[in-house]
């Protein structure tokens, strides 16, 4: 049940207390000529391989990985995705390439709607093969905790088989999965024109069953200009909240509506795509204890302008980075990609990178305490790359150099 792995030219740790605010995430808490030992799925020991040799005296007898030329970090975070989803929408994809808006798809009865048609016609089962599909993708770019949303039903029975799916996933599966209920990510066409009463449905209806069930942690919504506006949120969000949710935010994604003030406001634990949050709610994010998480994949693969992750953190933001992967705005969950992106057009460092998709991205599901940086006593999830320095992610552009991953311990990829 113990494994060792010495050696390892950079032990990139990102130990600290989540989440990590503005000037904290410059630190990634490197070790140098590092070691791990885990023991029964957790780390027991976090330091130099020389620290290590003079405490543990048995090494010669113990199975021990040599990490020579591989940098080691910690399994990552992806704490914003919608992986649970039937069809595809590649369609859509080619018709924003020709000039069409994501809005103006979504005004037509495309976009979200699409998917909905194709997620309500969907089995478990087959939700299931492709769910499982997604996340054996994630793993091989060293995700090993990930958030999935519901929010393609937005009907009683999908939206709890889609929860349900990702229960059992993760149940089945190696990665780690933090549910979140996303009943009102758009209005379906039976509720045309009763924003409200489509709330009050989600409220009154599902989300007591949801909660019942044990079926997600989260609550989330879609704030945006012709979607649901900051009243309809804030209402949702504090009945959410009374019925024992922790909350999230979709907000400032095409239009500035103010919703990143409003998550601060409302205690959100996140408040995620924030493209167009505004000088002032960016202010107010550096205040409170709401994670400002960035999407740049979205941004890139609509042709969108990047947050700004940069700005955020001088002003003192905690900032976490996550794929948003779905079937729409942003399919896929590349983080060699996203990486490439926060470095070069969202002007972060590696080293902020890396505690944006770990320690902060676990801060953001909640789960600071467990995962999301290589301490004694949390889950044995690393990731070993197949080059000697981090410096080397960036550089490396949009190439994965992850060797192997280690979840809970045990390698799984
Ligand atoms: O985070 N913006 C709303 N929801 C998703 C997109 C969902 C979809 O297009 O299917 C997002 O980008
Ligand atoms: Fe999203």
């Known amino acids: 049940m113990k494994k060792i792995i010495i050696h390892i030219p950079e032990l990139v740790t990102c130990a600290g207390t989540g989440p990590k605010h503005g000037k904290d995430m410059a630190d990634a808490g490197i070790i140098k000529d590092g070691a791990v030992v885990v023991v029964d799925g957790k780390f027991a020991f976090v330091g130099t391989t020389d620290e290590l040799k003079r405490v543990y005296e048995e090494l010669d007898e113990e199975e021990v990985i040599d990490a020579s030329g591989c940098a080691v970090i910690p399994g990552l975070v992806d704490s914003h995705t919608h992986f649970i989803f039937g069809g595809y929408r590649a369609d859509e994809f080619s018709w924003r390439l020709k000039g069409d808006s994501y809005m103006s798809i979504m005004e037509r009865g495309g976009g979200i709607a699409s998917t909905m048609n194709a997620t309500r016609g969907a089995s478990e089962q087959e ?20 958030e999935g949303k519901s929010g393609y039903g937005m009907d009683y029975e999908t939206e709890l088989r889609m929860l349900r799916v990702m229960k059992k996933l993760n149940q089945e599966h190696p990665v780690d999965i933090v549910s979140t209920f996303l009943g009102p990510h758009a209005i379906p066409p039976e509720y045309a024109g009763r924003d409200r009463e489509f709330i009050d449905f989600n409220l009154e209806e599902v989300m007591p069953k949801v ?30 909240k ?5 909350l999230k935010v979709h907000a400032d994604e095409i239009v500035d509506l103010g919703g990143a003030g409003m998550a601060v406001e409302e205690g959100c634990q996140s408040a995620d795509h924030l493209l167009m949050a505004s000088d002032e709610s960016i202010a107010k994010l550096a205040k409170g204890s709401t994670v400002a998480t960035l999407l740049p994949a979205t941004a890139f693969s609509l042709g969108a302008p990047y947050a700004k992750g940069r700005e955020m953190i001088d002003s003192g933001c905690a900032v976490a980075i996550a794929s948003d992967y779905n079937p729409g705005s942003c399919h896929t969950c590349s983080i060699p990609l996203i990486i490439a992106i926060s ?31 290589i301490e004694v006593g949390k889950k044995a999830d690393l990731v070993i790359l197949d ?5 080397f992610l960036p550089y490396c552009t949009a190439m994965n150099i992850v060797k192997s991953v280690m979840k809970d311990g045990k390698f799984v990829f």
């Open 387 to 391: 080059k000697p320095s981090i410096h």
């Open 242 to 246: 009374k019925l024992g949710f922790r």
């Open 127 to 146: 939700l299931l093969e492709t769910g499982k599909e997604r996340l054996d993708r994630m793993l091989s770019y060293g995700i090993t905790t990930v």
């Open 343 to 373: 470095c070069i057009y969202m002007h972060m460092t590696i080293e902020e990178v890396l505690n944006a998709l770990t320690i902060n991205g676990a801060a953001a599901v909640n789960r600071q305490d467990t995962v999301g940086s």
């Open 211 to 240: 909660k019942e069930e044990g079926l997600a942690e989260f609550a989330d919504i879609f704030t945006e200009k012709g979607v649901f506006g900051i009243e309809d949120s804030r209402y949702y969000l504090q009945g959410a």
